[in-house]
Protein backbone atom coordinates (compact mmCIF):
# COMPACT_ATOMS: atom_id res chain seq x y z
CA UNK A 1 0.00 0.00 0.00
CA UNK A 2 2.53 2.48 0.83
CA UNK A 3 4.25 1.76 -1.81
CA UNK A 4 1.42 2.47 -4.46
CA UNK A 5 1.43 5.97 -2.64
CA UNK A 6 5.01 6.43 -2.61
CA UNK A 7 4.80 6.03 -6.34
CA UNK A 8 1.76 7.98 -7.10
CA UNK A 9 3.68 11.20 -5.28
CA UNK A 10 6.57 10.59 -7.49
CA UNK A 11 4.98 10.63 -10.78
CA UNK A 12 2.80 13.44 -9.22
CA UNK A 13 6.04 15.21 -8.78
CA UNK A 14 7.75 14.23 -11.70
CA UNK A 15 4.61 15.45 -14.14
CA UNK A 16 4.26 18.93 -11.94
CA UNK A 17 8.03 19.71 -10.46
CA UNK A 18 8.18 22.70 -12.34
CA UNK A 19 5.01 24.25 -11.19
CA UNK A 20 6.07 22.81 -7.31
CA UNK A 21 9.54 25.04 -8.10
CA UNK A 22 7.28 28.02 -9.43
CA UNK A 23 5.15 27.90 -6.23
CA UNK A 24 8.36 27.59 -3.40
CA UNK A 25 10.19 30.26 -5.30
CA UNK A 26 7.47 32.76 -5.49
CA UNK A 27 6.59 31.41 -1.58
CA UNK A 28 10.57 32.06 -0.38
CA UNK A 29 10.62 35.54 -2.53
CA UNK A 30 7.55 36.84 -0.16
CA UNK A 31 8.88 35.28 3.30
CA UNK A 32 12.43 36.40 2.68
CA UNK A 33 12.42 40.12 4.13
CA UNK A 34 15.24 42.67 3.26
CA UNK A 35 16.34 45.37 5.52
CA UNK A 36 13.55 47.95 4.39
CA UNK A 37 10.34 48.45 4.45
CA UNK A 38 7.78 50.39 2.16
CA UNK A 39 6.16 53.58 2.93
CA UNK A 40 2.85 53.95 1.05
CA UNK A 41 -0.64 56.42 1.14
CA UNK A 42 -2.40 55.30 4.53
CA UNK A 43 -6.12 56.57 5.22
CA UNK A 44 -8.09 57.91 7.95
CA UNK A 45 -9.44 56.58 11.45
CA UNK A 46 -12.48 58.33 12.57
CA UNK A 47 -11.74 59.53 16.21
CA UNK A 48 -15.43 59.69 16.68
CA UNK A 49 -15.85 56.38 16.76
CA UNK A 50 -12.57 55.75 19.14
CA UNK A 51 -13.11 58.38 21.53
CA UNK A 52 -16.53 58.33 24.15
CA UNK A 53 -17.06 61.49 26.53
CA UNK A 54 -19.50 60.28 29.32
CA UNK A 55 -22.76 62.81 27.39
CA UNK A 56 -20.43 64.22 25.61
CA UNK A 57 -21.92 66.87 22.46
CA UNK A 58 -22.42 65.09 19.23
CA UNK A 59 -20.56 66.39 15.79
CA UNK A 60 -22.26 66.64 12.50
CA UNK A 61 -18.92 66.52 10.86
CA UNK A 62 -15.88 64.21 12.07
CA UNK A 63 -11.99 64.32 13.32
CA UNK A 64 -10.14 61.59 11.71
CA UNK A 65 -6.46 60.88 12.57
CA UNK A 66 -4.40 60.39 9.02
CA UNK A 67 -2.10 57.59 9.09
CA UNK A 68 1.19 56.26 6.99
CA UNK A 69 0.85 52.38 5.60
CA UNK A 70 3.66 50.11 5.70
CA UNK A 71 4.30 47.32 3.72
CA UNK A 72 7.16 44.69 4.87
CA UNK A 73 10.66 44.65 2.46
CA UNK A 74 9.68 41.59 0.42
CA UNK A 75 11.56 41.21 -2.89
CA UNK A 76 8.15 41.03 -4.82
CA UNK A 77 6.86 44.39 -2.61
CA UNK A 78 9.85 46.38 -2.89
CA UNK A 79 9.51 45.41 -7.11
CA UNK A 80 6.35 47.19 -6.98
CA UNK A 81 7.68 49.76 -5.47
CA UNK A 82 8.97 50.85 -9.06
CA UNK A 83 6.20 50.68 -10.75
CA UNK A 84 3.33 52.30 -8.27
CA UNK A 85 3.64 55.99 -7.85
CA UNK A 86 4.08 57.03 -4.08
CA UNK A 87 5.53 53.37 -2.80
CA UNK A 88 8.53 54.58 -1.27
CA UNK A 89 11.63 52.64 -0.25
CA UNK A 90 12.97 52.76 3.81
CA UNK A 91 15.70 51.57 4.90
CA UNK A 92 15.37 50.09 8.48
CA UNK A 93 18.14 52.07 9.44
CA UNK A 94 16.16 55.55 8.81
CA UNK A 95 13.35 54.28 11.20
CA UNK A 96 15.14 52.54 14.18
CA UNK A 97 17.43 54.10 16.38
CA UNK A 98 21.32 52.80 16.19
CA UNK A 99 21.45 49.28 18.20
CA UNK A 100 17.41 49.45 18.52
CA UNK A 101 15.73 46.40 16.62
CA UNK A 102 12.12 46.79 15.30
CA UNK A 103 10.75 45.45 17.91
CA UNK A 104 12.25 48.00 20.58
CA UNK A 105 11.21 50.30 18.29
CA UNK A 106 7.37 49.45 18.08
CA UNK A 107 7.64 48.85 22.00
CA UNK A 108 8.88 52.61 22.11
CA UNK A 109 6.25 53.77 19.89
CA UNK A 110 3.24 52.04 22.11
CA UNK A 111 4.88 54.31 24.80
CA UNK A 112 4.58 57.25 22.71
CA UNK A 113 1.13 56.72 21.66
CA UNK A 114 0.14 56.69 25.44
CA UNK A 115 2.36 59.67 25.96
CA UNK A 116 0.38 61.60 23.27
CA UNK A 117 -3.29 60.61 24.44
CA UNK A 118 -2.56 61.55 27.91
CA UNK A 119 -1.35 64.97 26.52
CA UNK A 120 -4.64 65.29 24.54
CA UNK A 121 -7.06 64.44 27.22
CA UNK A 122 -5.42 67.32 29.57
CA UNK A 123 -4.97 69.87 26.95
CA UNK A 124 -8.49 69.32 26.01
CA UNK A 125 -10.11 69.74 29.25
CA UNK A 126 -8.26 72.53 30.27
CA UNK A 127 -8.98 74.16 27.06
CA UNK A 128 -13.17 73.42 27.33
CA UNK A 129 -12.74 74.44 31.39
CA UNK A 130 -13.88 70.65 32.36
CA UNK A 131 -12.91 69.40 35.67
CA UNK A 132 -9.42 67.51 35.02
CA UNK A 133 -7.25 66.35 38.34
CA UNK A 134 -3.53 65.10 37.80
CA UNK A 135 -3.25 63.08 40.66
CA UNK A 136 0.57 61.23 39.78
CA UNK A 137 3.23 60.57 36.90
CA UNK A 138 4.93 57.66 35.16
CA UNK A 139 8.25 57.60 34.48
CA UNK A 140 9.32 54.84 31.60
CA UNK A 141 12.28 53.51 29.82
CA UNK A 142 11.63 55.46 25.86
CA UNK A 143 15.23 54.28 25.05
CA UNK A 144 18.74 52.71 25.71
CA UNK A 145 21.89 53.73 24.87
CA UNK A 146 24.35 51.13 22.78
CA UNK A 147 26.99 52.30 25.09
CA UNK A 148 24.45 52.08 28.43
CA UNK A 149 25.77 48.97 30.47
CA UNK A 150 22.20 48.20 32.14
CA UNK A 151 19.95 45.59 32.52
CA UNK A 152 16.71 48.14 31.91
CA UNK A 153 13.78 47.17 28.85
CA UNK A 154 12.23 49.88 26.77
CA UNK A 155 8.97 50.03 29.16
CA UNK A 156 10.06 49.90 32.22
CA UNK A 157 8.73 52.21 34.73
CA UNK A 158 11.78 53.26 37.01
CA UNK A 159 10.40 54.14 40.07
CA UNK A 160 13.14 54.67 42.60
CA UNK A 161 16.92 55.73 42.14
CA UNK A 162 19.47 54.90 44.40
CA UNK A 163 16.38 55.10 47.16
CA UNK A 164 14.93 58.19 45.54
CA UNK A 165 11.62 58.33 44.10
CA UNK A 166 11.58 59.13 40.46
CA UNK A 167 8.78 61.17 38.66
CA UNK A 168 10.14 62.49 36.09
CA UNK A 169 13.81 61.94 34.17
CA UNK A 170 15.10 65.54 36.18
CA UNK A 171 14.59 63.32 38.92
CA UNK A 172 17.23 60.37 37.88
CA UNK A 173 19.17 63.55 36.44
CA UNK A 174 19.53 64.89 40.33
CA UNK A 175 20.95 61.18 41.58
CA UNK A 176 23.05 60.21 38.83
CA UNK A 177 24.63 64.17 38.41
CA UNK A 178 26.04 63.43 41.61
CA UNK A 179 27.49 60.25 41.13
CA UNK A 180 31.30 59.09 40.33
CA UNK A 181 32.13 57.56 36.92
CA UNK A 182 31.08 53.91 36.63
CA UNK A 183 29.44 54.03 39.89
CA UNK A 184 26.37 51.45 39.80
CA UNK A 185 22.75 52.82 40.23
CA UNK A 186 20.45 50.50 41.76
CA UNK A 187 16.82 51.00 39.97
CA UNK A 188 13.42 50.08 40.95
CA UNK A 189 11.31 49.37 38.12
CA UNK A 190 8.14 47.87 37.62
CA UNK A 191 8.25 45.37 34.73
CA UNK A 192 5.04 42.99 33.86
CA UNK A 193 3.37 44.27 36.66
CA UNK A 194 5.85 42.90 39.21
CA UNK A 195 8.74 45.34 40.98
CA UNK A 196 12.29 44.37 39.63
CA UNK A 197 15.45 45.62 40.83
CA UNK A 198 17.53 46.52 38.17
CA UNK A 199 20.85 48.51 37.78
CA UNK A 200 22.50 50.63 35.16
CA UNK A 201 26.50 52.21 35.69
CA UNK A 202 27.67 55.86 35.61
CA UNK A 203 29.48 56.99 32.53
CA UNK A 204 31.18 60.48 31.73
CA UNK A 205 29.94 62.70 28.67
CA UNK A 206 30.53 66.55 27.71
CA UNK A 207 27.09 67.03 29.12
CA UNK A 208 27.90 65.09 32.52
CA UNK A 209 27.08 61.99 33.85
CA UNK A 210 25.11 59.63 32.36
CA UNK A 211 23.82 56.51 32.46
CA UNK A 212 22.61 55.90 28.61
CA UNK A 213 18.97 55.92 29.16
CA UNK A 214 15.93 58.21 28.45
CA UNK A 215 12.93 58.44 30.08
CA UNK A 216 8.96 59.13 28.61
CA UNK A 217 6.39 60.79 31.16
CA UNK A 218 2.56 59.59 31.49
CA UNK A 219 0.29 60.77 33.86
CA UNK A 220 -2.27 59.63 36.57
CA UNK A 221 -5.74 61.73 36.28
CA UNK A 222 -9.64 61.46 36.73
CA UNK A 223 -11.89 63.50 34.41
CA UNK A 224 -15.33 64.32 35.06
CA UNK A 225 -16.86 63.97 32.33
CA UNK A 226 -15.26 60.47 31.63
CA UNK A 227 -13.56 60.00 28.62
CA UNK A 228 -12.34 56.87 27.16
CA UNK A 229 -9.62 56.25 23.81
CA UNK A 230 -9.66 52.84 22.14
CA UNK A 231 -7.11 51.59 20.15
CA UNK A 232 -5.78 48.67 18.26
CA UNK A 233 -2.94 46.66 19.01
CA UNK A 234 -1.06 47.21 15.70
CA UNK A 235 -1.15 51.11 16.26
CA UNK A 236 1.10 52.93 17.54
CA UNK A 237 3.24 56.39 17.61
CA UNK A 238 1.93 60.31 19.02
CA UNK A 239 1.13 61.68 15.62
CA UNK A 240 -2.34 61.37 16.24
CA UNK A 241 -2.22 63.45 19.91
CA UNK A 242 -3.24 66.94 17.95
CA UNK A 243 -6.56 65.38 16.02
CA UNK A 244 -7.28 63.44 19.39
CA UNK A 245 -6.91 66.58 21.53
CA UNK A 246 -9.66 68.32 19.28
CA UNK A 247 -11.96 65.51 19.08
CA UNK A 248 -12.03 65.36 22.81
CA UNK A 249 -12.38 68.91 23.10
CA UNK A 250 -15.24 68.87 20.45
CA UNK A 251 -17.59 66.61 23.17
CA UNK A 252 -16.97 69.01 25.94
CA UNK A 253 -17.83 72.22 24.39
CA UNK A 254 -20.96 72.90 22.92
CA UNK A 255 -20.16 74.50 19.45
CA UNK A 256 -19.16 71.95 17.01
CA UNK A 257 -16.28 73.02 15.29
CA UNK A 258 -16.39 70.63 12.52
CA UNK A 259 -19.24 72.24 11.45
CA UNK A 260 -20.05 69.10 9.47
CA UNK A 261 -16.78 68.83 7.46
CA UNK A 262 -14.40 65.67 7.30
CA UNK A 263 -11.43 67.17 9.17
CA UNK A 264 -8.39 64.85 8.45
CA UNK A 265 -5.27 65.82 10.44
CA UNK A 266 -1.72 64.84 12.10
CA UNK A 267 0.70 66.08 14.46
CA UNK A 268 1.89 65.27 17.66
CA UNK A 269 1.02 66.89 21.16
CA UNK A 270 2.81 67.88 24.26
CA UNK A 271 1.22 68.41 28.14
CA UNK A 272 1.61 72.11 27.02
CA UNK A 273 -0.46 72.39 24.00
CA UNK A 274 2.97 72.60 21.39
CA UNK A 275 2.46 70.59 17.94
CA UNK A 276 5.43 68.99 16.71
CA UNK A 277 6.47 67.94 13.24
CA UNK A 278 5.77 64.45 11.91
CA UNK A 279 6.96 61.71 9.64
CA UNK A 280 5.21 61.11 6.29
CA UNK A 281 2.68 64.08 5.44
CA UNK A 282 3.03 63.47 2.13
CA UNK A 283 1.77 59.69 2.50
CA UNK A 284 -0.84 61.28 5.29
CA UNK A 285 -2.19 64.12 2.54
CA UNK A 286 -2.63 61.61 -0.30
CA UNK A 287 -4.61 59.22 2.14
CA UNK A 288 -6.45 62.62 3.14
CA UNK A 289 -7.74 63.24 -0.13
CA UNK A 290 -8.51 59.28 -1.19
CA UNK A 291 -10.56 59.66 2.28
CA UNK A 292 -12.75 62.27 0.83
CA UNK A 293 -11.23 64.94 3.79
CA UNK A 294 -12.55 68.50 3.33
CA UNK A 295 -9.56 69.86 5.30
CA UNK A 296 -6.17 69.17 5.95
CA UNK A 297 -4.46 69.94 9.44
CA UNK A 298 -0.53 69.29 9.91
CA UNK A 299 1.52 70.88 12.62
CA UNK A 300 3.84 74.02 11.24
CA UNK A 301 7.21 72.45 10.47
CA UNK A 302 4.96 70.01 8.15
CA UNK A 303 2.61 72.49 6.14
CA UNK A 304 5.37 73.59 3.30
CA UNK A 305 6.16 70.01 2.49
CA UNK A 306 2.39 69.30 2.88
CA UNK A 307 1.50 72.12 -0.09
CA UNK A 308 4.30 71.18 -2.45
CA UNK A 309 2.30 67.70 -2.49
CA UNK A 310 -1.08 69.46 -2.96
CA UNK A 311 0.12 71.91 -5.88
CA UNK A 312 2.12 68.81 -7.54
CA UNK A 313 -1.27 66.58 -7.09
CA UNK A 314 -3.19 69.39 -8.03
CA UNK A 315 -5.61 68.84 -4.86
CA UNK A 316 -8.29 71.36 -4.01
CA UNK A 317 -8.28 71.13 -0.11
CA UNK A 318 -7.71 73.42 2.48
CA UNK A 319 -4.27 72.22 4.19
CA UNK A 320 -4.20 74.36 7.94
CA UNK A 321 -0.89 74.69 9.54
CA UNK A 322 -0.79 75.09 13.24
CA UNK A 323 2.02 74.77 15.94
CA UNK A 324 0.07 74.99 19.60
CA UNK A 325 -3.17 73.32 19.78
CA UNK A 326 -5.16 76.20 20.44
CA UNK A 327 -4.31 77.52 17.16
CA UNK A 328 -5.57 74.78 15.92
CA UNK A 329 -8.73 75.53 17.90
CA UNK A 330 -8.55 79.07 16.63
CA UNK A 331 -7.98 78.23 12.93
CA UNK A 332 -11.24 75.55 12.83
CA UNK A 333 -13.90 78.58 14.41
CA UNK A 334 -12.24 81.27 11.38
CA UNK A 335 -12.70 78.47 8.79
CA UNK A 336 -16.05 77.86 9.80
CA UNK A 337 -16.97 81.79 9.72
Given at each position: ?????Y??I???I???Y?????I??VF???MI????????P????????????????????S??????S??????????????I??W??????????E?E?????????K??M??????A?I?AY??A?????????????S???E???T??????E????NQV?I????????V???????????????R?D??????A???K??????????LLT???Y??A??????????????????????????S?????I?D?K???GT????I???V????G?K???????KN?A?????PEE?????????L??????????????????????????
Amino acid sequence: MFTKIYEKIKEFIKENYKGLIAIVVVFLLFMIELPYSIYTPGGAVDLNKRISVNNGYEAEGSFNMAYVSMVRGSIPFLLLSYIIPDWDIVSSDEITIEGENMEEMLEREKLYMQESMDAAIINAYRAAGADLNITGTISEVSFIAEEADTNLKIGDEIIRANQVEIHSLDDLKKVIEGLDEKEKVRLDVIRDDEEKECFAYTYKTDDGMKIGVSLLTTYEYTTAPEVSITSKASEAGSSGGLMMSLTIYNSLVPEDITDGKKIVGTGTIDIDGNVGEIGGVKYKLIGAVKNDADVFICPEENYEEAIEVALDKDYDIPIISVSTFLEAIEALEELNN
